[in-house]
């Protein structure tokens, strides 16, 4: 089972990968509707500082937001507040230091940002790793199930009176988790989510981003149950020319570089969904959707499965010790 363990995920990822190329061959990326202005509003986005997370902050913060880049290097994080500082005057943008990777950083960065007393409109829970090799958090957890999921798994929950305080009947508050087309290959093994049996980086970031979706339609039917004024969905960016692509297998870095040149989204364009969730008017009080290219899609069958979604919700609350 060891090399099947490793192969048959590799293989499910790459023929979704085909499949996302096809579409983009063929589809040209949405265009963004005029979004309203975000004057007195606050924006969260994690992994802000680059790529998507980047081009979604200086979005926010040109409608007038207030956004805070949550990232692990402060360098790079500082860099970013100067560059979009430098093109707008509209809103206020400040970074501040965040590693998903450790449960404490998160515990930190809410206790930080919660001094600050200001509200919380939109929470982007961007950053991510992408088929890394195997590597453990601070916590002992898989690397890619840790960063990309458990960690904004929790910042969510400490996070969410305040998302709740922030949010109005007719303006809810919006939480916005990135997923990926790579969920629909993904297998979700509850025995053994830190992949410890065989580990796969493939199979491994397939299956944080399946959780990411699930989580999604668990929290809103929360939300939904308690009429509770905040919003959630996960976005599908589609295959984005990034720097996350260095970890593909030889092969497929060789194609890449001249596909990714022809038929990949720019970082503009993969950010422009998770603007359409985080601002949009015709969102608005609208959760529990997967939306990709502008529009709501369909998850994957497993992602539906509400027995699943639970236990997921229960052994994470237990993992990161809620």
Known sequence: MGFLGVLLPMIRLYLVGVRVLLYQLFNRSFTLPA???QHGRVAIVTGGARGMGFEVARSLTGLGMR???????EEEGLEAVTKIRNETK????EFLFLDLASLHSVRQFAQRFKATGLPL???VNNAGVMMV???????GFELQLGLNFLGHFLLTHLLLDTLKRSGRQGNHSRIVNMSSATHYGARLNLGDLQSRSCYSSHGAYSQSKLALVMFTYYLHEQLAAGDVPVSTNAVDPGMVDTALYQNLCSPAQLLQRPVARLIFRT???GASTALL?????ELEGVGGCYLYNGQRAASSETSYDQDLQTQLWKQSCSLVGL
Not at 67 to 73: C, D, L
Not at 90 to 93: C, F, Q, S
Request: no cysteine.
């Open 277 to 281: 969730a985080a601002v949009a008017t």
């Open 267 to 269: 970082p503009a364009e």
């Open 90 to 93: 509209e809103g206020k943008v």
């Open 133 to 139: 090799p195997e590597r453990k958090t601070e916590d």
């Open 121 to 123: 409109h939109v929470l």
């Open 35 to 37: 979004l309203p202005s």
């Open 67 to 73: 956004v805070i880049i949550a990232g692990n290097v």
